[in-house]
Nanobody, 115 residues
Framework: QVQLVESGGGLVQAGGSLRLSCVAS????????MGWYRQGPGKQREDVAT???????NYADSVKGRFTISRDNAKNTVYLQMNNLKPEDTAVYYC?????????WGQGTQVTVSS
């Protein structure tokens, strides 16, 4: 059983930065991967960034060079550092923990980027 709680969302101007945090109630060492997803207005949910148990990372092309995913196993926390934010980054961001049989999701945190 894993519960995920995101925080750090808010309103920021284009070009600004924001850091999202996802705290897990259980050990994230047991997860195959952790990730951040987002769903913007009128858009489908998309994979933003993932990090495996081995530390490998992957990013959506739209955020490469701007976003960084990281993990602190001791704190059971995953972060998403977002730099040079653009209006198209506006979305609800969700934290996800992937296991072999189940995926667990947080409640989401709103990120709004103004022009």
């Amino acid at each position: 059983q894993v519960q995920l709680v995101e925080s750090g969302g808010g309103l920021v101007q284009a070009g600004g930065s924001l850091r999202l945090s996802c705290v897990a109630s259980g050990s994230i060492r047991r997860a195959n991967a952790m990730g951040w997803y987002r769903q913007g207005p009128g858009k489908q949910r998309e994979d933003v960034a993932t990090i495996t148990s081995g530390g490998s990372t992957n990013y959506a092309d739209s955020v490469k060079g701007r976003f960084t995913i990281s993990r602190d196993n001791a704190k059971n926390t995953v972060y998403l550092q977002m730099n040079n934010l653009k209006p198209e980054d506006t979305a609800v961001y969700y934290c996800m923990a992937a296991f072999w049989a189940n995926n667990f999701w947080g409640q989401g945190t709103q990120v709004t980027v103004s022009s």
